[in-house]
């Protein structure tokens, strides 16, 4: 997986891009917890389950119907986040399915359980360019720590900003 953080990339550079009207604040906000939130399920390792179960790291947490669930959330908080049913939806569910996304991407691990409970076949993508980060956080900062942060600046941060700059651009365009 990216480190937690990166997973914020892609709903920043949406939300950033888009600008508050589109992404107000507080479903920014949302949207960066929901991001993140897949990797919850680093707490099967203490409840025993196994990496490789439907429930384990990378399992159905990083499924595309886990990441519509948690969209019905986010479209339920919709007057809490100052927008639309459909907007909090869909930033949402998008958000969180940036997650999976992102750690197919990754050179390490089992793949990701994208299309659980149709299959629990883990995929990864074609490219696998991103450094698997370690789990423990006190290997972060070690020298492994700091070749994932090098290979999330490349490619996950870099590309982001590049989003971020496009919708940006594609905005003020639309604008008289």
Not at 22 to 29: G, K, N, T
Not at 39 to 67: C, E, Q, T, W
Not at 130 to 139: L, T
Request: charged fraction near 10%; include cysteine.
């Amino acid at each position: 997986m990216p480190t937690v953080f990166s997973h914020a990339a892609v709903p920043l550079a949406i939300g950033l891009g888009l600008g508050q009207r589109a992404i107000p604040r507080r479903l920014l906000l949302a949207g960066i917890v929901a991001s993140m939130l897949p990797d919850a399920d680093v707490l099967a390792f203490k409840l025993g389950i196994p990496y490789a179960d439907n429930f384990g790291h990378r399992g159905a947490s990083h499924s595309l119907l886990f990441a519509l669930f948690i969209g019905l959330f986010g479209a339920l908080g919709a007057p809490l986040w100052r927008c639309g049913y459909r907007v909090a939806f869909l930033f949402v569910a998008l958000a969180t399915a940036s997650h999976p996304l992102l750690d197919m991407f990754t050179n390490g691990g089992m793949g990701v359980a994208f299309w659980w409970p149709i299959s629990d076949h883990r995929w990864f993508a074609p490219w696998q360019v991103i450094e698997v980060s370690p789990i423990a956080i006190k290997r972060v900062l070690s020298p492994r720590g700091l070749a994932v942060m090098w290979s999330e600046l490349t490619w996950v941060w870099l590309p982001a900003s590049l989003c971020t700059l496009c919708l940006f651009g594609w905005r003020r365009s639309r604008q008289p």
